[in-house]
């Protein structure tokens, strides 16, 4: 009986070890702050959070249930893929830093082996090989790996949203696939899925190849490979894209948690994909910078939408980190009065390349010299917009009468650097751009309703939002 009892002890004491060795790490908080001037503030804004991470909510919890714990914990991988060289040379660090962790000591691979990750690479495309086209479509993403258990390959893939005017430009360029387009921009050999806005496609493509490439050199033939996607803004998209294609492969096990992500796809079937989850202010201008009136691009998964303006917990939430009650939303009715100006001008892709012309009439030949320098300069890259492939000026014509006429032709891949320049640079590009599409009215009606609304366009956007929204939304 004593012998039974022993060998009882024994086993029940080896049962729960085995037991605590399969359970893999438990959730660990660390206290933090994100910092820098993305999040909505000045350049030395410190906002304190709670990092939280546990590997089972990547290696064996339902990828089709929405965690809000993993939800903040994504976000805050995004806020760290902000985080440049030369902006914390310059005293503007845009990173999360950990309480006890030395300034000095930080680098792109702080914030995951704090969270227990082995392996680390941080990749900007557009330093790690010249493209040949699209240029624009470059990438910059964060890879994490640990193996967990001897049974699971965790990766954490954070892509970085817009830090530079070329990634800016690429989600103002949703491509068409006809002739024109083609003749206007070139070939486009990287974008394998005309479903999907180009710029985007192209980008998301590149990160995978960056991914495969992490993933070979860290692959445990015994282990199961699990992905978390995540990303804001433009990286929200990317994420969006390669979390829909990697649960339509099946390979892995995957968690998508986009932030502030703009429409990706045209696809049919965007709707049925269950571990992809995005999570937005329904409020923010950048949900939907594109709103053709009939092809419309939408998002993969589930949106797990939230207006901000209209929750007074998530504000309180937002008040609560920042110390101050300062949040922006572009109002309700002014984003849907942009859709439908947007909507008539643009109905789909084709629209956007179809050529348009308007011609001015001036009394003198010195007139319309004068305003033909003046369309080029606003054209050209290096004193306007950088439209050339978009836009052109004909010669000087003069009529029976006397008169002497200019026409300017262009189509909307013009417009649309317009519209980008404006809301990158501010009101300084308002002018400009109005003066170069003078006669066109919906052009310049889009362009001042946007000009005057730049303060919630960019409130609406900020990631500290989606840290919160990551917090409180639940579905």
């Not at 329904?282 to 009939?294: A, S």
């Amino acid at each position: 009986m004593k012998r039974f009892k022993l060998s009882l002890v024994i086993f029940t004491v080896i049962l729960s070890i085995v037991l605590l060795a399969g359970c893999g790490q438990t959730a660990t908080t660390y206290p933090a702050h994100v910092e820098g001037s993305l999040f909505g503030g000045k350049s030395d804004d410190s906002i304190a959070v709670d990092v939280t991470f546990d590997s089972k909510w990547i290696t064996k919890s339902d990828n089709t249930k929405y965690n809000p714990e993993l939800a903040a914990f994504a976000a805050l991988c995004c806020a760290d893929s902000y985080f440049r060289l030369k902006d914390y040379e310059k005293g503007t660090q845009n990173r999360v830093l950990f309480d006890d962790e030395e300034e000095s000591a930080y680098d792109f691979t702080s914030f995951f082996k704090k969270m227990g990750f082995t392996e680390v690479k941080h990749v900007e495309s557009f330093s790690e090989k010249e493209y040949t086209s699209d240029t624009n479509d470059s990438v910059t993403m964060t890879m994490a790996y640990r193996n967990v258990d001897s049974k699971y390959d965790m990766y954490v893939v954070a892509l970085r949203g817009c830090f530079s005017s070329a990634e800016w430009l690429s989600i103002f360029d949703p491509g068409c696939d006809n002739a024109i387009y083609t003749e206007l921009t070139g070939e486009h050999p990287e974008w394998t899925n005309k479903n999907h806005f180009k710029g985007l496609d192209i980008a998301a493509n590149r990160a995978d190849e960056f991914l495969k490439e992490f993933m070979e050199a860290n692959d445990d033939p015994k282990s199961k490979d699990c992905i978390l996607f995540t990303g804001h803004s433009r990286g929200g998209s990317l994420a969006n894209i390669l979390g829909a294609k990697y649960e339509k492969e099946g390979q892995a096990r995957t968690y998508t948690y986009s932030f502030n992500t703009a429409g990706t796809t045209c696809s049919e079937d965007a709707g049925e994909y269950k571990t992809v989850f995005n999570i937005f202010d329904t409020n923010d201008f950048f949900t939907d910078p594109l709103p053709l009136g009939e092809e419309k691009f939408v998002r993969y998964g589930i949106n797990v939408t939230e207006p901000i303006s209209d929750n007074a917990e998530v504000l309180k939430a937002l008040a609560d980190l920042k110390g101050r009650d300062d949040y922006i939303s572009v109002d309700p009715a002014i984003k849907e009065q942009y859709q439908e100006l947007f909507g008539a001008a643009y109905p789909n892709r084709t629209s956007l390349y179809e050529e348009k012309s308007f011609t001015e009439t001036f009394a003198t030949r010195e007139d319309a010299e004068a305003r033909a320098e003046e369309l080029q300069n606003l054209i050209g890259k290096e004193n306007g917009l950088g439209a050339e492939a978009f836009c052109s000026i004909g010669q000087i014509k003069e009529t029976s009468e006397g008169k002497f006429e200019l026409t300017t032709k262009y189509n909307g891949g013009a417009v649309l650097i317009g519209f980008s320049k404006l809301l990158s640079y501010g009101p300084s590009v308002y002018e400009p751009l109005v003066n170069l599409f003078l006669q066109d009215a919906q052009v310049c009606e889009i362009a001042t309703l946007l000009s005057e609304n730049l303060a919630g366009i960019s409130g609406g956007h900020l990631i500290v939002n989606s840290y919160v929204l990551g917090q409180n939304v639940r579905k």
